[in-house]
């Protein structure tokens, strides 16, 4: 019961927070259909609310010019498709032209895997389920504009009323897909798993991705603030953020060289089991200073947020990113007082320079933090 409160409480969390975005794709689908069907008398405009929702799904937190491009990629893989499926007959050869098409199509602009996989499902929903056309005229081509159109005017009214919002729900998830691989680190030493280290070590390569997104939507906000006289005021703003994101891609890289770490002592920990004295046990201090460490992510994801959207407690936030940072130095420190083995010792490393990267991220002095983790840690201070 008390996991389904739990669960509960998170769900409505969620919705709470989407909500918006939501409505905006529901509302924007549907305009697109009304437009192509009504307006334009289109019959049967699937194409329309489809590609609006697709493209309004990855339009978030883009530039301009990358929307358009994915606007013509999803049309362009529609009107293949559809002329296809026009010149050849149903069937195995026709299915595997039509896909092959469609995702070069998307990997010629750019097109994330989601996108490319919706565009694909879209194309194959052409050649197997909808009917021929009787007419020449491409009328699914001219749906999927329209409805990439719609998409673009609704991404561009969104970012109009409130041009931080992307980038404050970019780095909410970029924050927390670290602070996510942390705590699936700390769950993989504790149990000595060696799967689940090498899971997460998988998912420590694929947040570079999380962070690239974060960097375009820096630079979409810097473009769509450069172009409203009245916001450019936050130019500023965006510009630490800038400084924060390469801060945040060092962290990525540290995390990543520690869950390769974590790896190798989950395997040596693995290697002899039963034998005293063969294995490398993992010491229950790791997962303590991991846990305080993925603290600091979220706090100081906080901290940035806050800042953001211009609340007064962004500075709270920071200074508990601080403390949490400082407290895994700390406790990572004591455990280089018990003769750790080579693995345990690049694990406390990466724990030091991950936090420096962090403090370094919601503003602390340079000089400062290098002096104070390095105190903390038992090193001498330059």
């Not at 039963?274 to 460490?293: N, Y």
């Not at 609340?311 to 700390?330: G, I, L």
Request: charged share 20%.
């Amino acid at each position: 019961m008390a996991r389904v409160r739990q669960w509960a409480g998170t769900a409505a969390g969620r919705l709470r927070q989407g909500w918006r975005p939501a409505l905006e794709a529901a509302v924007a689908a549907t305009i697109a259909w009304v437009v192509a069907a009504r307006l334009i008398g289109h019959p049967d405009p699937f194409f329309a609310p489809s590609a609006a929702l697709i493209v309004l799904g990855e339009a978030r937190g883009k530039r301009v010019r990358q929307t358009v491009e994915m606007v013509l990629g999803v049309a362009a893989g529609v009107l293949a498709a559809d002329l296809a499926v026009q010149a050849l007959p149903t069937g195995t050869g026709t299915i595997f032209l039509v896909l092959l098409l469609t995702i070069g199509l998307m990997v010629g602009v750019g097109a994330s895997s989601t996108l490319t996989v919706q565009a694909a499902i879209s194309a194959l929903y052409l050649v197997v389920v909808a009917a021929p056309q009787d007419t020449m005229v491409p009328f699914r081509f001219v749906d999927a504009l329209i409805g990439g159109a719609v998409a673009l005017a609704a991404s561009q009214l969104m970012v109009a009323r409130d041009p931080l919002a992307p980038l404050v729900a970019e780095a909410r998830r970029t924050y927390g897909d670290l602070a996510e691989l942390l705590t699936r680190l700390d769950e993989a030493l504790c149990r000595c798993d060696e799967e689940a280290a090498r899971a997460a070590l998988e998912r420590a390569r694929e947040v570079d991705g999380c962070v690239d997104r974060f960097r375009t939507a820096v630079q979409a906000c810097t473009e769509s603030l450069r172009l409203r006289v009245r916001k450019r005021r936050h130019l500023g703003q965006v510009e630490e953020v800038e400084a924060t994101c390469r801060q945040l891609d060092y962290a990525v890289r540290n995390i990543r060289v520690l869950a390769r770490n974590g790896v190798t002592l989950t395997r040596l920990n693995t290697a002899w089991p039963g034998e005293p004295g063969g294995g490398v046990a993992t010491p229950p201090e790791l997962g303590a200073a991991l846990r305080a460490l993925a603290q600091a992510v979220r706090a100081a994801a906080d901290a940035l947020s806050t800042d953001l959207v211009g609340r007064s407690d962004a500075d709270r936030y920071a200074q508990r990113a601080d403390e949490h940072a400082m407290e895994a130095v700390r406790i990572a420190a004591g455990l280089l007082r018990t003769d750790p083995p080579l693995p345990v010792v690049m694990i406390v490393g990466q724990i030091r320079a991950t936090a420096i990267d962090l403090l370094r991220g919601v503003g602390v002095d340079d000089a400062a933090v290098l002096g104070r983790v390095d105190e903390a840690l038992g090193l001498p201070r330059a």
